[in-house]
């Protein structure tokens, strides 16, 4: 679905050129008509991560053109990228069940899903219930962009009850199928889009600090960083080719922080009262017992001050003996 929006935007700009004719110039001119462009909301210019997500798409148009031996150089490797900016948007608890408070149907089952998963929109829009594995608790995602990003998925207990409830409900081929289809694309079987649902629980309640239906999955992301999963074992959940692009999610709250520095305080303070304890449980040890007047008590003559004393002063007088 990706690739299909992006050759959209191409078609646009490169329309009426040969392959051939497009160079590392003609690339760039690319990007800067691309960042000019309105959002499709209206509200503000397309961003550089945009037109990023652009480029892939004609990289690979041009791989393809090489397989093919077509002798074509690829100008797109030797164009630099926008420079993205911004924190990843990752949603709070309270905020995550006053969204699912609100949305319905299948706005709430797929925010759910994309919550317990990380899978991107399309990957669950697409997905065949044979994807789904309810025995052995695993969706197996198709992936949408790589090789590397169709991964298998553990399902957590939620996750497990939207699928089954689904899948008792309907039985269509897919799980998230189209009821109502459009005349103009009657060969599209499943749902490619929740926007219009997601934006008015949006407009509703989210109206200062907003955020799209990929917020789920960089929530399911950030949530893993935090409980300590390892960066190799999250690239592979998320479906990333690279664990540059998992290191996005590692990233530490104020708060975070604040208790990380509580608990290493916490942490010094009883190793010293261990430490301390145990050196005064040392020197107890070595002190006599004393009796109801607080005489030392020892427990056999040869521990006695005096006898030391005495053995001492033997000591140093053997030599005249």
């Known amino acids: 679905m990706l690739h299909k929006v992006n050759i959209d935007r191409l078609k646009q700009f490169f329309r009426g050129k040969l392959i051939n004719e497009i160079d590392r110039k003609s690339v760039e001119e690319f990007k800067v008509w691309r960042a000019a462009q309105r959002r499709e909301n209206g509200k503000g210019k397309v961003s550089g991560a945009t037109v990023n997500r652009n480029l892939p798409t004609l990289k690979r148009i041009f791989n393809h053109a090489d397989a093919m031996g077509l002798n074509v150089k690829n100008p797109v490797k030797y164009v630099p990228y926008f420079k993205e900016f911004g924190r990843v948007r990752a949603l709070t608890l309270e905020e995550v ?7 319905t149907g299948d706005l709430r089952d797929f925010a759910v899903l994309a919550l317990e998963t990380g ?5 669950f829009f697409s997905l065949k219930r044979s994807d789904i594995n309810l025995e052995g608790k695993y969706v197996r995602l198709p992936g949408t962009k790589t090789r590397r990003s169709k991964r298998d998925v553990p399902l957590t207990d939620d996750a497990l009850e939207v699928l089954k409830r689904r899948m008792e ?4 081929t897919f799980v998230f199928p189209v009821r109502r ?3 103009k694309n009657m060969d599209v079987k499943h749902i490619t889009s929740l926007r219009k649902a997601h934006d008015a629980v949006i407009a509703k ?5 907003p955020f799209t239906v ?8 950030t949530r893993h960083a935090q409980a300590g999963t390892e960066l190799p074992v999250l690239a592979e959940l998320m479906g990333h080719g690279s664990i540059q692009t998992t290191m996005i999610y590692v990233h530490s ?9 509580a608990r290493l305080q916490a942490y010094v303070e009883a190793a010293r009262r261990a430490k301390q304890l145990q050196q005064e449980e040392k020197a107890e040890s070595w002190k006599p017992k004393e009796d109801e007047w607080g005489n030392p008590i020892y427990e056999d003559e040869a521990s006695s001050p005096q006898l030391e004393k005495s ?11």
């Open 253 to 261: 709250s104020k708060k975070m922080k604040i208790e990380a520095t």
């Open 181 to 183: 289809p459009k005349t």
């Open 311 to 321: 053995a001492r002063s033997i000591s140093r007088l053997s030599p005249l003996i």
């Open 169 to 172: 409900k309907d039985a269509d």
């Open 214 to 221: 990929y917020t789920f999955r960089h929530t399911y992301g």
């Open 97 to 103: 069940d006053k969204y699912l408070a609100a949305a």
């Open 205 to 209: 309640l989210f109206t200062e600090d």
């Open 119 to 123: 899978a991107r929109p399309m990957e």
